[in-house]
């Protein structure tokens, strides 16, 4: 299920989750509350209406960087900002909505579903984003109607429990909340005053980019960054950075809003690996395999040099699979691939097909004598025997070669030329090699 759906599926829960928040604020007290929650449910309509719009290359990369579209109208955040100021909301009480609605929907959200993955996480990606633009923008349009105090600490104290601070004009620190004094390990008193350098932090340089084009355009910036900090709490972190403009509509300091994605990120991971790697053994599967060959291919390409292609079936495979179960024709499938990553450089890559099928691309190689030593190690290699419990059964493996570009110029017919030398490795017996369009070569 998609977040927006979700979102409006469970609106109910969402806003009594909601509403007992709103009781804490003293000005939503004096709300009816009819009012209270259409205005709140109209947030999380606006939302969703946002998670499940198209966007565009240049609109994806305008909204990464906290930008809304050039030339749109007063947004629902500023006329929400507006709104509550005028019903004499703080601004501490005014982003507090915003934080709760993003609690209330990420623990409905996490609670439904405790393993987030694919299009679920980008989901959430953008929440987290059109959240965070909505906050950005109340914080300006505070920024245009209080005083410097009011400003700042109001930009701050309705921050959530994630790192917020503000960096002057020269990115030194001038406030940092609890929870950033937590992250970096250190007193409130002792940030003060220090800029991100100062504290030898990994990602200053580009931090100090980011700023100062937040300064010279007056626009909010979204980024990333990758540390560790002294307190051990995470390693990869987001951050929104938004300028404060005084009555002049000057910049005079820019509020950073982090947040550690680390889980999210390993989630993240864990899907591309799942989507690119082979489960059993770990090597690149046909998918990596293929985007892997189409790069050394332009690789090769542009440096005018040699590519060989070895493609290889397993002789044998299938009677010790029959014979033995699916099991250890699994663990024999593990060695397998242990030996060929053995057999070739690091540079090289091993890659499982399917089944029984391997590939290994070897960029650079200028002989087909290297290529022959090397697939006559892959021959002894698997013609060692494997060992199945306390029996050891043996198998042997037919490869088929091709080069670029002597017999191919691309990766389909590289792959087909391969494919059909290992057929007439396979024609000839046990342990051969065939080289594309030459005579076979037999193995040891």
Do not use: C
């Given at each position: 299920m998609r977040l927006a759906a979700f979102i409006r599926a469970e609106i109910e829960p969402i806003l009594r989750d909601w509403e007992e928040f709103a009781?804490?604020?003293?000005?939503?007290?004096?709300?009816?509350?009819?009012?209270?929650?259409?205005?709140?449910?109209?947030?999380?309509?606006?939302?969703?209406?946002?998670?499940?719009?198209?966007?565009?290359?240049?609109?994806?990369?305008?909204?990464?960087?906290?930008?809304?579209?050039?030339?749109?109208?007063?947004s629902w955040a500023e006329v929400h900002g507006e709104d509550r100021q005028h019903s004499g909301f703080s601004v501490i009480e005014t982003v507090s909505e915003f934080r709760a609605l993003r609690a209330s929907v990420v623990s409905h959200w996490t609670r439904t579903f405790p393993a987030l993955?694919?299009?679920?996480?980008?989901?959430?990606?953008?929440?987290?984003?059109?959240?965070?633009?909505?906050?950005?923008?109340?914080?300006?349009?505070?920024?245009?109607?209080?005083?410097?105090?009011?400003?700042?600490?109001?930009?701050?104290?309705?921050?959530?429990?994630?790192?917020?601070?503000?960096?002057?004009?020269?990115?030194?620190?001038?406030?940092?909340?609890?929870?950033?004094?937590?992250?970096?390990?250190m007193k409130p008193e002792s940030i003060i005053g220090k800029s991100t350098f100062d504290l030898g932090f990994s990602f200053a340089s580009e931090l100090q980019h980011n700023l100062d084009k937040v300064m010279a355009d007056q626009s909010?910036?979204?980024?990333?960054?990758?540390?560790?900090f002294a307190s051990g709490q995470g390693e990869k972190f987001e951050y929104l950075l938004a300028p404060v403009l005084d009555e002049q509509q000057n910049s005079e300091a820019t509020v950073c809003i982090s947040r550690d994605i680390t889980e999210q990120a390993l989630a993240e991971q864990r899907v591309w690996n799942n989507a690119h790697y082979d489960h059993l053994t770990g090597l690149p599967n046909r998918r990596l395999f293929l985007d892997r060959l189409e790069q050394e291919v332009k690789h090769a390409k542009r440096r005018s040099r040699p590519l060989a292609l070895l493609f290889m079936d397993l002789d044998g495979f299938k009677d010790v699979n029959d014979s033995f179960g699916h099991e250890a024709g699994d663990r024999i499938l593990s060695d397998v691939a242990e030996r060929l990553a053995n057999c070739v450089r690091a540079s090289d890559t091993v890659a499982r097909l399917g089944g029984d099928e391997f590939t290994v691309i070897l960029p650079g190689v200028e002989q087909q004598e290297d290529v022959e030593i090397v697939a006559q190690a892959i021959i002894d290699a698997l013609a060692m025997p494997f060992s199945i419990g306390k029996q050891r059964v043996a198998i042997s493996v037919s490869i088929g070669v091709s080069f670029y570009p002597e017999v191919a110029t691309t990766t389909d017919a590289l792959l087909e030329a391969a494919d059909q030398a290992m057929y007439a490795a396979k024609k000839a017996g046990s342990n051969q090699m065939c080289f594309y369009g030459t005579a076979n070569k037999t193995g040891a």
């Open positions: 009781k804490t604020l003293f000005h939503a007290k004096h709300m009816d509350k009819a009012g209270l929650r259409d205005h709140a449910k109209q947030m999380l309509l606006e939302i969703a209406t946002d998670i499940d719009s198209f966007q565009s290359d240049p609109d994806q990369d305008a909204k990464s960087k906290g930008l809304a579209p050039e030339g749109e109208e007063e993955a694919g299009e679920q996480i980008e989901d959430l990606t953008r929440f987290h984003e059109a959240i965070d633009q909505a906050v950005a923008e109340s914080l300006e349009q505070y920024a245009t109607e209080k005083e410097m105090e009011t400003r700042l600490f109001g930009a701050i104290l309705s921050a959530s429990p994630d790192p917020i601070y503000v960096l002057d004009l020269e990115g030194r620190f001038i406030y940092a909340n609890k929870a950033t004094a937590e992250l970096f390990a909010t910036y979204r980024g990333k960054f990758a540390h560790t």
